[in-house]
């Protein structure tokens, strides 16, 4: 009769690539996180019940004008939502190379701090989503073009948990 799941709010993966997320997020970037970790799932394990991690690639065209140090990015160049007179970057191929990179690290800390899932969260116009929306990705490159060409970063996310964690690692 309790509660099978919970779902930790959005966590980023990278704490060295900026990429516009918040700098006070939570982030699963290296080891030095695995006992608080392995402390919150031992803690919900405790009661029959299974820790989800949300994890994210950023805010990108999200990130808010008074929290700006560097201009943010997307996919795409495009308007920041908050301050549409601030324009983002696009991201270089290297970046997004490094996000997927953080993506497997991350996965492979949540496997070792005994976390039972992750959550990918690309949705709600953050950076992943402005990925897979054509509305704010104008790529011409592999991560750009039709439906199959934007959601290149979501399978690349996909993969690196896998390589990270374990094919059998449950992905939400």
């Known amino acids: 009769g309790g509660v099978g799941l919970i779902i930790a709010g959005s966590c980023t993966v990278s ?19 695995l006992p608080r970790l392995n402390e919150l799932a031992e803690s919900i394990h405790h009661y029959r019940s299974k820790i989800a991690l949300s994890l994210s690639i950023g805010l990108g065209r999200l990130k808010r004008a ?3 140090m560097i201009q943010p990015v997307s ?13 983002t970057r696009e991201l270089t191929i290297e970046e997004i190379e490094g996000l997927v990179k953080a993506f497997e690290q991350a996965a492979w800390i949540c496997k070792l701090a005994e976390i039972d899932a992750i959550e990918i969260h690309g949705y709600g116009g953050y950076l ?14 592999k991560y750009g073009g039709d439906l199959d060409g934007r959601l290149t970063l979501t399978k690349e996310i996909i993969n690196a948990i896998k390589r990270g964690a ?6 939400i």
């Open 15 to 33: 704490r060295t690539l900026e990429c516009g997320v918040h700098t006070n997020r939570p982030t699963v970037h290296d080891p030095s996180v």
């Open 166 to 171: 374990g094919n059998d690692y449950p992905i």
């Open 128 to 141: 992943l989503d402005q990925f897979n929306t054509a509305l704010w990705n104008k790529r011409t490159d």
């Open 66 to 68: 008074d929290s700006l």
């Open 75 to 87: 996919a795409s160049v495009s308007s920041c939502f908050f301050n549409p007179k601030v324009m």
